[in-house]
């Protein structure tokens, strides 16, 4: 996870404070083991790095989630834009983001 404002083509989706310097953080590789899925681990995460990014003066938290990880985002408070897009080799994907 590290700053980064969200793609510019979603500027008419998400706020437009987002985009400021600092304000949105971005998260990758979000991922539980097969063994602790569905435990609740990938929702502590997820919280965990709401107060990291809040802990760094951001305000935006967004990544890039793949389709079949979209209902686990939302549960967390994000909120898809669109459009869908494809990521060779990995699948649609969606941005989502979510005020911290
Ligand atoms: C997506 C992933 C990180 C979720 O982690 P997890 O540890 O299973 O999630 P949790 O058990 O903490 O679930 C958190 C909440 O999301 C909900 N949720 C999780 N997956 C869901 C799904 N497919 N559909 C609907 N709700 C889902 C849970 O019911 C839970 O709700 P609750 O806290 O209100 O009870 C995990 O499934 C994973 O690693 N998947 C493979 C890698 C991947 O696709 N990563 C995303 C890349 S963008």
Partial sequence: MYA????????????EAAYADGASWRLRGMATSD??????????????????????GGR???CNARLV???FYERLGLEAVGPEF???GIGPHYVMWRAV
């Fill in 4 to 15: 980064e404002a969200p793609p510019a083509d979603n500027r008419d989706e998400i706020p």
């Fill in 35 to 56: 063994a602790a899925r569905g435990t609740g681990l990938g929702r502590t995460v997820l919280e965990e790095c709401f107060a990291v990014v809040r802990e760094n």
């Fill in 60 to 62: 935006y938290l967004w």
């Fill in 69 to 71: 990880a979209v209902p």
């Fill in 86 to 88: 494809d990521i060779p």
